[in-house]
């Protein structure tokens, strides 16, 4: 059989912008692999998706007009069942064989075979290939049923259907048209009360002629970007936005470049069909106005392109992405110009009353912004993250640290209560820096409380001073520590108050700013700020740390092996973690590491099973020539292991204790541990207790015997 390249396109109303990549990806991974589950597309088969405003669609290549016929071996039911005691056939079988299409005459044609304890009947059959106009609407039906809606519309059709004006069917937005071709032939199919067809609609203001008519499936493209002025592909489309953006950004001159925003980039690829980028202004005078502000309402309310100069900073020009290409776009730049102009003096007039009042000034309104019905309001949390930052502080950088981090814990929540953050919360903590200069507050102040939220994603930079730092961490301890001490813990894909963003957070500020502080001293620093509030959650807050750093880790590209190791130990101090996982990795290559990670795990089973067991190593009591050459060689390596492991060259102190491989095999191979003598058996396992700590300090080397 002829196989023939497929093109199925359903067009639809305006879909909605944020979901389109999503849903044409889904329809065409659905439809194309339903049609390679039925034989009626090779395994190889390249499935393209096409995605625009108003239609998904999917070219799929090498597909069948018929899928090939396929043996199938049914089983039917054991032989003690089917066959009597002379062999004939049961009324049983004959009836499931009557069932399958098959008489009496099949019996002869059946086959045994073990299945399970029992010995089975098979019937061997040919199933004939499905049918393209068959395969490809159950493959339809399948690529619309699972389609990632956000939101379902319910609406009535008019025609094909049971009840015109009265049958309703549900989708994400009204369909209006079906094309299935087969080559240049149209299947017969139906979805959505639409019958298949070879026409489509191209552009609602510029397409050359409607209908559109596709003459096969390898010309849609071409034929729309020609006929209906659409290009449907979500990546090309994407592609040439971006070139005319960066075309735009030229033509402006003086180094000017379009903002990097790849989510507003897909929103609006998903809003136009044949996108036309144009150069709008606006007056400088907006430009007193923080940019961040105005950078965030022109993209969020406006989807517009932000023009930043050669230094970073806002320029009042801006790029709009156009859906109609008029010989003379004046009228639709003046338009997109008066439309920004009120949203920009929305901005600047929330900016200028948000400095009338200081930020001192809204304090007391924190205790009328309620928190959590268990841990109380804003102004209450403000407390405690400022008892917290003040603990910090002072084992970080004494009094005046302290004091600093408390100053900004007292004022880093309270641009919640702005006009402007009201309006665009996103710029919470941004615009507490901007009116901390306002008010007079130094540098150090001001860069805390805008960056006492970071990091806010992975990723994201950490805050830019010791100050931001300490009030950073308590911010987010406080949140740990309160919503573990009241048992308000995440659950599968359900973390409401992103504890495991914060997490995330106090690792990398531990372990990237290198602090010279425990983590299990910091948890303890934040317990008391609840009072009575919480039950104090250390234990289970620790081991919750410990495992998002783990999965960091094993991101890094250190093995699972390396990872548990290292923290088998809970390190305290999260900046040695490096270190000590460089050094693992390093022994970890040596020869000698295979046999010492392998003695390590014997020797705390041993210990394990001795709990209790075992005493101060005594040279008297070393009888055994093995065991003597064990604790002379431990007397020559550890000293310098432990020297090393002082002045944190973890690596240097793991490869000391490689010389012990040899004494250590002959220990086990030469030494009875478990001697009838108690006094030898004591001092054995005093002498293995000893080998044990020295081997363990920068990691559990037993977890990396395989």
């Known amino acids: 059989m002829t196989a023939q390249n497929l093109l199925v396109e359903l067009f639809v109303e305006e879909l909605p912008p944020k979901a389109l990549k999503k849903l044409g990806d889904a329809f065409a991974t659905v ?76 019996v002869a044609g059946l086959k045994r075979a073990p299945d399970g304890k029992a010995e089975a009947l098979f019937h061997d059959s040919i199933a004939p290939g499905a049918e393209l106009a068959v395969g490809l609407q159950k493959a339809l039906d399948e690529a619309i049923a699972k389609l990632p809606i956000p939101k379902v519309m319910s609406y009535q059709l008019e025609t094909d259907c049971e009840l015109p004006g009265w049958s309703s069917v549900n989708f994400v937005r009204p369909a209006h048209g079906l094309v299935a071709l087969h080559g240049g032939s149209v299947v017969p199919v139906k979805a959505l009360g639409l019958t298949a067809r070879h026409t489509t609609q191209g552009h609602r203001f510029e397409a050359l002629v409607s209908p559109v008519v596709l003459t096969d499936a390898d010309s849609y493209a071409a034929t729309l970007a020609q006929d209906g002025a659409v290009i449907a592909s979500f990546a090309e489309r994407k592609a040439e936005i971006a070139r005319q953006l960066a075309a735009a950004a030229a033509k402006v001159g003086g180094g000017c470049r379009p903002i990097e925003d790849g989510a507003l980039l897909d929103e609006v690829t998903a809003l136009v069909e044949r996108p036309n980028v144009l150069i709008c202004e606006f007056e400088t005078q907006f430009l007193d106005v923080p940019q961040e502000c105005l950078i965030l309402t022109m993209k969020a309310n406006q989807k517009y392109f932000p023009l930043l100069d050669a230094q970073g900073k806002l320029t009042h020009r801006f790029l709009v992405v156009s859906n109609i290409s008029p010989a003379d776009p004046s009228a639709v730049i003046g338009g997109n110009e008066r439309v920004v102009r009120p949203r920009l003096a929305d901005a ?70 702005t006009d402007m953050v009201g309006e665009f919360p996103e710029l919470q903590g941004i615009m507490g820096g901007y009116y901390a200069r306002h008010d007079g507050l130094t540098e150090d102040i001001a860069f805390a409380i805008e960056d006492h939220y970071r990091p806010r994603f992975a990723g994201d930079e950490l805050p830019r001073n010791t100050t931001g730092v300490v009030v950073a961490l308590a911010d987010k301890l406080e949140t740990l520590v309160g919503m573990f001490g009241i048992g308000n813990l995440p659950t599968g894909d359900k973390d409401p108050f992103a504890l495991r963003r914060h997490a995330l957070g106090v690792v990398r500020m531990l372990v990237e700013k290198n602090l010279p502080i425990d983590l299990s001293a910091l948890l303890q620093s934040a317990v008391p700020a609840f009072g009575a509030l919480i039950t104090d959650p250390s234990a289970a807050l620790s081991d919750f740390i410990y495992d998002r750093l783990a999965g960091g880790l094993r991101e890094q590209g250190y093995s699972a092996q390396e990872v548990d190791a290292v923290l088998a130990l809970r390190p305290s101090r999260l900046g040695e973690v490096a270190l000590r996982l460089q050094a693992v990795r390093a022994f970890a290559a040596l020869p000698e590491a295979p046999a010492l990670a392998a003695a390590n795990k014997r020797i705390a089973n041993i210990l394990k099973k001795a709990e209790g067991e075992g005493a101060a190593v005594q040279e008297a009591l070393l009888v055994e020539a093995a065991e003597k050459g064990l604790s002379a060689a431990m007397q020559a390596t550890v000293p310098a292991a432990n020297a090393k492991f002082g002045a944190e060259d973890y690596t240097g102190s793991l490869q000391a204790l490689a010389a012990l491989r040899a004494p250590v095999d002959a220990f086990f191979d030469g030494v009875m541990v478990n001697a009838d003598d108690p006094a030898l058996k004591a001092n054995r396992l005093g002498l293995l207790r000893e080998l044990h700590h020295a081997m363990n300090r920068v990691a559990d080397l037993s977890r990396l015997a395989t």
Do not use: C
């Open 348 to 417: 600047k007039f929330f900016f200028d009353q948000d400095r009338k009042k200081t930020l001192a000034s809204r304090v007391d309104g924190l205790g009328k912004v309620v928190y959590h019905n268990k841990l109380g309001t804003q102004g209450e949390r403000m407390e405690r993250v400022r008892a917290i930052a003040r603990a910090i502080g002072q084992q970080l950088g004494g009094e005046v640290l302290a004091q600093q981090a408390d100053t900004a814990a007292q004022l880093a929540k309270t641009d919640l209560l």
């Open 31 to 106: 439809l194309g692999d339903q049609l390679k589950a039925q034989g009626l597309a090779p395994a190889d088969a390249a499935v393209t998706a096409f995605a625009s405003p108003r239609r998904l669609a999917a070219h799929v290549t090498g597909v069948l007009a018929r899928a090939a016929d396929k043996a199938v071996s049914q089983k039917l039911m054991p032989v003690s069942v089917g066959l009597d005691a002379n062999g004939q056939p049961t009324p049983a079988l004959l009836k499931r064989l009557a069932a399958l299409g098959a008489d009496a005459s099949a």
